[in-house]
């Protein structure tokens, strides 16, 4: 995954309250890497442009989307892609969507949220728009989006 990752857990947030963009895909990236979600997958978890280029494997990319603050609290989205390859199903050199393990992936990443409603205690976390899953033709792969809104509480 992510070289730096042990430097990244160890961070602490100095900023009193401050949310950084760094400091919320450093939290949902934790959580999912205890994930059934994680579990679940041949690959690995990886903050947003640092996934091998030529990956076949099912990983997934935090992307930190945007962002705002009022100085008090904060809110944005954080999106999830999580990337599995395409099938040749007629043996044939015809590329398609695996439409039974995008069901699947796109079932895990409904549980992961539900999951993080409850264990991410910092944020009200919810979905911007409806779970998908989208083509990425020239690599031969598709990606589930999911879209995560967060807005952090004081406790």
């Known amino acids: 995954g992510f070289r730096n990752q042990r430097s990244c857990k160890t961070i602490k947030d100095d900023t009193a ?4 963009s760094k400091t919320v895909q450093r939290d949902i990236y934790n959580a999912l890497r205890g994930s059934e979600l994680a579990r679940n997958i041949s690959g690995r978890i990886y903050y947003d442009g640092t996934r091998e280029r030529d990956s ?8 930190f989307t945007y962002g705002t603050t009022d100085g008090q609290t904060a809110s944005g989205v954080v999106t999830l892609l999580v990337y599995f390859p395409d099938v040749d199903p007629y043996g044939n050199g015809v590329m398609v969507e ?3 393990r995008a069901m699947e992936l796109e079932a895990l990443c409904a549980a ?6 409850v264990s991410m205690t910092n944020y ?3 979905l911007r728009q409806s779970i998908m899953t989208q083509s990425q033709t020239e690599i031969n792969q598709h990606f589930v989006s999911v879209m995560l809104s967060y807005e952090t ?3």
């Open 17 to 20: 309250g401050m949310v950084t």
């Open 56 to 63: 076949m494997l099912e990983d997934v990319e935090v992307v």
């Open 98 to 100: 695996d439409i039974a």
């Open 112 to 117: 992961f949220v539900d999951e993080v409603k």
């Open 124 to 126: 009200k976390i919810g």
């Open 153 to 155: 509480i004081e406790n």
